[in-house]
């Protein structure tokens, strides 16, 4: 029998500011950079040390700390019962070349808060409850994104992830065995382990919270998002003697391309999302003609149908364009939009009003694991504000006091879950 739940704030009393922003300050200067970011690509030597510093810090705790085929760090506090599932947490701990302190980083953090919260507390739960540092959410060096939950759920075949390379023709395989390396060994799980509920705290990454004044995102989903590679093959030529008639310009053809999928993804209520983040134009030389562009496209819409459609439309269109060069169009990544469960929205929002926390129902432009593991339990997000809204950029900065807040509604979510 469930006894009454307690009072918010049973466990939330126990999460603790200072820690949070210790570890979270700790955390940043792995990959630190000289304008206050991080850099700490997935895989990476400094991708490798975070996870090692979560692993010291789960051990000093006395949590067990297993990891999987692809390098996902599972951070466990027992429950009574350990015959039941977990319910789990967490985010990512690469960033973003130019990257701020606070995405994926905050999640996991605030995760570990609330197993500490949970321990100085002293409160059983009767299922375990875990925390996940997911390996290569961003899919900025490696695509696809999300390869750690994506696997871990079971959208992902792992032969596939691992000869992945980034744009030095460095495989997933090989950075994988050089960043486990950097920790201790621990236990390898399968992937697919059940999973009761998942919660996943992280900042807004947009302006909306902070517009509001609000202090807690209820998140009722994530947008759909398709990602290409494009690369176009010309032919290089002397800048001064080659008629244009007589060129295979891959920067004119790439040029012709960019501006009909402008107007493709044109959108009077600036709803649809497309960026070309990566552009490069090769061999780069002044006075040589092209022969190489290689580009990519982020496309996102809430809609499925125009996910769908839309992104359907890119490579036909890209094709059309080629001549006199060739093309070819690779889609790396592509995500239905998600809605969250209901209940677990309800839980997320009735800890903020508990708490006397401002809050407000919002969707996510942004990807997050919580988009592969909504498929697999019930799943969850909770936003906090960051500043001027900005993200994937090194001055990215969430306040002590906005931490606390979602690690506090974080923790008596959880506990409600999992107690
Ligand atoms: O791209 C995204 O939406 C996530 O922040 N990595
Ligand atoms: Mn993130
Ligand atoms: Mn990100
Ligand atoms: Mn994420």
Redesign the pocket.
Same mark, same amino acid.
């Given at each position: 029998t469930m006894l009454a739940a307690p009072a918010f704030g049973t466990i939330a009393g126990h999460v603790r500011q200072e820690r949070l922003a210790q570890r979270l300050a700790d955390m940043g200067r792995i990959g630190a950079t000289v304008k206050g970011g991080v850099n700490r690509p997935a895989l990476s030597r400094e991708d490798g040390l975070a996870r090692a510093l979560l692993a010291s810090w789960a051990a000093a705790r006395g949590f067990s700390v297993e990891t999987d085929g692809i390098g996902n760090l599972y951070v466990r506090r027992a429950g009574s019962d350990p015959a039941l599932a977990p319910v789990m947490t967490g985010? @990512?701990l690469d960033s973003q070349p130019t990257g701020g302190r606070y995405d994926?980083v905050y999640?996991v953090l605030a995760g570990f808060e609330v197993l500490e919260a949970l321990e100085d507390a002293g409160l059983p739960t009767r299922h375990p409850v875990e925390v996940v540092a997911?390996t290569n959410?961003e899919g900025s060096r490696f695509q696809p994104y999300?390869m750690g939950s994506a696997l871990f759920a079971g959208k992902m075949d792992l032969e596939m992830v691992l000869g992945c390379t980034d744009p030095q023709g460095v495989t997933v395989r090989d950075a994988l065995a050089q960043t486990l390396a950097l920790a201790p060994a621990m236990p390898v799980r399968p992937f697919g382990g059940p999973a009761a509920a998942y919660v996943?705290a @992280?900042i807004e990454q947009g302006p909306r919270l902070e517009a509001e004044d609000r202090t807690i995102g209820v998140v009722s989903g994530i947008q759909g998002s398709r990602w290409f590679q494009v690369e176009v093959t010309g032919q290089e030529a002397h800048a001064g003697t080659t008629p244009h008639g007589a060129r295979k310009d891959a920067f004119q053809a790439a040029l012709r391309m960019v501006s009909a999928l402008n107007d493709l993804m044109a959108d009077p209520d600036d709803i649809v999302r497309c960026t070309f983040g990566r552009f490069e134009v090769l061999p780069g030389s002044p006075n040589t003609v092209p022969g190489k562009v290689i580009f990519t496209i982020d496309f996102r819409h809430p809609d499925a149908a125009m996910v769908k459609a839309r992104g359907d439309a890119i490579t036909p269109l890209i094709q059309a364009l080629a001549a006199p060069c060739t093309v070819a169009v690779k889609e790396t990544s592509t995500t239905s939009p998600v809605d969250f469960d209901p209940a677990v929205i309800d839980a997320v929002r009735a800890a903020a009003v508990g708490l006397g926390y401002s809050h407000m129902d919002m969707p996510s432009g !942004?990807? @997050?694991? !919580?988009k592969f593991m909504a498929p697999r339990c019930p799943t969850g997000m909770i936003f906090i504000p960051c500043r001027d809204g900005i993200s994937h950029n090194e001055v990215e900065y969430a306040s002590p006091g906005h931490c606390h807040a979602g690690a506090a509604v974080l923790a008596e979510t959880l506990y409600r879950l999992a107690r």
């Amino acid at each position: 029998t469930m006894l009454a739940a307690p009072a918010f704030g049973t466990i939330a009393g126990h999460v603790r500011q200072e820690r949070l922003a210790q570890r979270l300050a700790d955390m940043g200067r792995i990959g630190a950079t000289v304008k206050g970011g991080v850099n700490r690509p997935a895989l990476s030597r400094e991708d490798g040390l975070a996870r090692a510093l979560l692993a010291s810090w789960a051990a000093a705790r006395g949590f067990s700390v297993e990891t999987d085929g692809i390098g996902n760090l599972y951070v466990r506090r027992a429950g009574s019962d350990p015959a039941l599932a977990p319910v789990m947490t967490g985010s @990512h701990l690469d960033s973003q070349p130019t990257g701020g302190r606070y995405d994926g980083v905050y999640g996991v953090l605030a995760g570990f808060e609330v197993l500490e919260a949970l321990e100085d507390a002293g409160l059983p739960t009767r299922h375990p409850v875990e925390v996940v540092a997911w390996t290569n959410e961003e899919g900025s060096r490696f695509q696809p994104y999300c390869m750690g939950s994506a696997l871990f759920a079971g959208k992902m075949d792992l032969e596939m992830v691992l000869g992945c390379t980034d744009p030095q023709g460095v495989t997933v395989r090989d950075a994988l065995a050089q960043t486990l390396a950097l920790a201790p060994a621990m236990p390898v799980r399968p992937f697919g382990g059940p999973a009761a509920a998942y919660v996943e705290a @992280h900042i807004e990454q947009g302006p909306r919270l902070e517009a509001e004044d609000r202090t807690i995102g209820v998140v009722s989903g994530i947008q759909g998002s398709r990602w290409f590679q494009v690369e176009v093959t010309g032919q290089e030529a002397h800048a001064g003697t080659t008629p244009h008639g007589a060129r295979k310009d891959a920067f004119q053809a790439a040029l012709r391309m960019v501006s009909a999928l402008n107007d493709l993804m044109a959108d009077p209520d600036d709803i649809v999302r497309c960026t070309f983040g990566r552009f490069e134009v090769l061999p780069g030389s002044p006075n040589t003609v092209p022969g190489k562009v290689i580009f990519t496209i982020d496309f996102r819409h809430p809609d499925a149908a125009m996910v769908k459609a839309r992104g359907d439309a890119i490579t036909p269109l890209i094709q059309a364009l080629a001549a006199p060069c060739t093309v070819a169009v690779k889609e790396t990544s592509t995500t239905s939009p998600v809605d969250f469960d209901p209940a677990v929205i309800d839980a997320v929002r009735a800890a903020a009003v508990g708490l006397g926390y401002s809050h407000m129902d919002m969707p996510s432009g !942004a990807n @997050h694991d !919580a988009k592969f593991m909504a498929p697999r339990c019930p799943t969850g997000m909770i936003f906090i504000p960051c500043r001027d809204g900005i993200s994937h950029n090194e001055v990215e900065y969430a306040s002590p006091g906005h931490c606390h807040a979602g690690a506090a509604v974080l923790a008596e979510t959880l506990y409600r879950l999992a107690r």
